[in-house]
């Protein structure tokens, strides 16, 4: 079985400088913090943090390449049957200043599995990008998923519909029953099948991250010099409790590198800088909050035919 793990990290180490490179252009004040560390265990990754800046309050865009003894508790959690394991990824989150800009997470990964003769007897890709408004401007929504649709029709036109619902399903708070934001593409466990090699796998991966920059960047122009009062920035943090919420509660990725002894800096780099919490919060009705609790508790489609 081949392994993609030598050209997986030569492309997260290349999109990771790509986007740094043009986040920090659009932004205009502040750039990259960069730190790299190591993994007792096995493998490092590459930091970088931006902060205070004229248009990303905070966000990070970080690499990591770890490998070594997954815990009994993840070989259970994965359901699978070999311990020693290679991961390799990408991890990006955005939060801006402004609330009528838009919060983005995306991440795209590669993982192997070996036996005791250190062979790959399993590997998979895993990834997708999605979008948390605070305030909801359709065609922002409407130009995000058309992007990644276009990328995904190239491939199979099965594949948006597809990852779209998966997206949808995983980026849920359960405990609230409502979605984290209005969504976008997630896909994991990509193995190699009669109908799909592994090679398509990779080109399909590393083809979702390259438009990253194309889906989320010319929302931020549009809406970066918007104004806002203190009002909007009230409901920002209150969306940020949500964001956060979801993050320690359900996401796998938080979960993986926490169970495998990973930097907790840069696992914990994904939630926002200042949260608030009200007993019972309840927007005004048809005002913009409702408007976007209302797509949040019913999924839409967002592809114009």
């Not at 990290?9 to 560390?37: A, H, M, P, R, Y």
């Not at 943090?49 to 070594?68: A, D, L, P, Q, T």
């Not at 800009?101 to 890709?125: G, I, M, S």
Request: charged share 25%; proline share 5%; net charge negative.
């Amino acid at each position: 079985m081949k392994s993609y793990k030598e050209t997986f990290v030569e492309f997260i180490k290349s999109l990771q400088d790509s986007i740094c490179n043009e986040l920090e252009t659009i932004d205009g004040k502040s750039t990259f913090k960069e730190e790299k560390w190591n993994r007792e265990g096995g493998g490092g990754g590459r930091t970088r943090v931006i902060e205070n800046g004229n248009v990303f309050e905070k966000g990070g865009v970080n690499i990591s390449e770890v490998y070594g003894t997954l815990p009994d508790s993840m070989v259970q959690y994965l359901n699978v049957s070999h311990n020693q394991f290679f991961a390799c990824g990408i991890s990006l989150v955005l939060h801006p200043n402004n609330p009528l800009v838009p919060t983005v997470h995306a991440n795209y990964r590669y993982f192997e599995l070996y036996n005791d003769k250190d062979q790959v007897v399993d590997c998979w890709f895993a990834g997708g990008a999605d979008l948390t408004p605070y305030y909801l401007f359709e065609e922002d929504a409407v130009h995000f998923h058309t992007v990644h649709k276009e990328v995904c029709d190239k491939f199979d036109s099965s594949y948006y519909p597809r990852y779209k619902k998966a997206c949808d399903e995983y980026f849920l708070n359960h405990h609230r029953a409502e979605a984290r934001g209005i969504g976008g593409l997630f896909f994991d466990y990509l193995r190699e099948t009669e109908g799909k090699s592994m090679q398509q796998w990779f080109d399909f991966t590393t083809a979702i991250g390259n438009v990253f920059i194309e889906a989320y960047l010319p929302i931020v122009e549009k809406r970066k010099k918007l104004p806002f009062e203190s009002d909007h920035k009230h409901w920002q943090e209150i969306r940020r409790g949500r964001y956060v919420e979801f993050n320690l509660i359900h996401d796998k990725g938080t979960l993986f590198g926490l169970k495998t002894n990973g930097r907790i800096e840069s696992i914990l780099m994904s939630l926002p800088p200042t949260v608030r919490w009200e007993y019972e919060y309840t927007p005004i009705p048809n005002s913009p909050e409702a408007k976007l609790l209302e797509v949040l508790v019913n999924p839409k489609n967002w592809i114009i035919s």
